[in-house]
């Protein structure tokens, strides 16, 4: 919830305020959701938009949603926007190393320090 609160909610604000629809999954899945359906719905549709941005953090790759997540999107092709976030290249999982290949967008401090400044 870190990341959510550091980066992801303020560049949902700033995406939103420009009209991109974007969908976070805090808002969007209610208490008797069924998760699995509800999350690879919203993954097909966003296919049809502009995509996904994955924040791979040092948690990403030890959660098993997260990692559901990224693998629907590799298995239907599905686009999506690498961002580093608090972590390097050298830091994701060897089984991951093929997204090492990935035009990766690295961010090492918060974004409210970008916000700021």
Same mark, same amino acid.
């Given at each position: 919830?870190?990341?959510?609160?550091?980066?992801?909610? *303020?560049?949902?604000? %700033?995406?939103?305020?420009?009209?991109?629809?974007? &969908?976070?999954?805090?808002?969007?899945?209610?208490?008797?959701?069924?998760?699995?359906?509800?999350?690879?719905?919203?993954?097909?549709? =966003?296919?049809?938009?502009?995509? %996904? %941005?994955? $924040?791979?953090?040092?948690?990403?790759?030890?959660?098993e &949603?997260?990692?559901?997540?990224?693998?629907?999107?590799?298995?239907?092709? $599905? *686009? #999506?926007? *690498?961002?580093?976030?608090?972590?390097?290249?050298e830091? %994701? *999982?060897?089984?991951y190393? #093929?997204?090492?290949?990935?035009?990766?967008?690295?961010?090492?401090?918060?974004?409210?320090?970008?916000? =700021?400044?």
């Open positions: 919830r870190e990341v959510y609160y550091e980066f992801v909610n *303020p560049l949902n604000n %700033i995406l939103n305020e420009i009209g991109l629809k974007t &969908w976070v999954d805090k808002f969007e899945i209610n208490i008797g959701d069924e998760i699995i359906d509800n999350l690879y719905t919203v993954l097909d549709k =966003s296919a049809g938009y502009y995509g %996904i %941005i994955f $924040i791979f953090d040092e948690t990403f790759f030890y959660k &949603w997260c990692l559901k997540e990224l693998g629907y999107a590799l298995e239907k092709k $599905i *686009p #999506f926007f *690498p961002v580093l976030y608090k972590i390097k290249k830091d %994701i *999982p060897s089984e190393t #093929f997204l090492k290949n990935y035009n990766l967008l690295m961010l090492l401090t918060s974004f409210k320090t970008y916000n =700021s400044i």
